[in-house]
C-alpha cells in the first residue's frame, strides 16, 4: 500500500509543477522575448534497504524553447529585436553578464542605457551611455546612435554598438528572473 501512496504522490507533485510551467508559459505568450520553459521527467529508483521495488519521478533540467517569435515594429525608436539567433547583453548588480532577448529599452536619467527592468545595457565597450536629452536611433548592425538636443540630424554620433552573443542553446540555463546565463559562468563569446 505504502508503495502506491509513494508513486502517486510523487507523480501528484509533478503534475502540479508541470502545471505551473504550462500557466507560466501561457500567462507570458505575449511577453516580448518570452522563452518557453520546457520540463521533462524520469524515473529514478529510490536507493536504500527494502526500497528497491519504489521509484520517484523527477523532474529533469528545464529546457527553454529557443525558437523566434515573431517579431512587431512598434514605431518606438529604442525597441530593438534581434533577427535569427544572438542576445542581448546586460550587466547584473554583482558585474556578471546575462542574456535576453527582451529588447525595450530606456535610457536612465543618468544617460545610461538600460533595460526597461533597469538592467545596464552593454555594447561591446561596455554600458552604453547617452547624453541626457539625446535623441537616439539603433542600426539593424546594433550601432547605437546620438543627437543631442537641438543638434542638426548631421551632428549624430556613434556612441557604441550593441553587444550580440550568440552561444549553443545547450550552454545557457535561465535563471529565476527570467534572464539567460552561460552554465560555465564564463561570459559568452561576442558574435
Known sequence: MDRMIY???????????????????????STPGFRAQINNFRAVPVVGDE???RAMVVATT???????????????????????DGWLTVQMPDG????????NLQV??????????????LGDAGP??????????????GKVNALGAGEPASAA????????????AADLERGEDGLFRMRSGAAAPQA
Do not use: C, F, H, W
Open 7 to 29: 508513486i502517486g504522490m510523487g507523480g501528484a507533485k509533478q503534475a502540479m509543477d508541470q502545471q505551473a510551467s504550462v500557466a507560466n508559459n501561457m500567462a507570458n505568450v
Open 51 to 53: 526500497l528497491s521495488t
Open 62 to 84: 528545464p529546457g527553454a524553447d529557443m525558437r523566434s517569435g515573431p517579431m512587431m515594429a512598434t514605431g518606438r525608436a529604442l525597441d530593438v529585436a534581434v533577427s535569427g
Open 96 to 103: 556578471s553578464e546575462a542574456y535576453s532577448r527582451v529588447g
Open 108 to 121: 536612465g536619467s543618468d544617460g545610461q542605457l538600460m533595460t526597461m527592468n533597469g538592467r545596464p545595457l
Open 128 to 141: 552604453l551611455a547617452v547624453s541626457p536629452g539625446s535623441t537616439l536611433a539603433v542600426t539593424a548592425e
Open 157 to 168: 554620433a556613434e556612441v557604441g554598438r550593441l553587444k550580440l552573443v550568440n552561444p549553443a
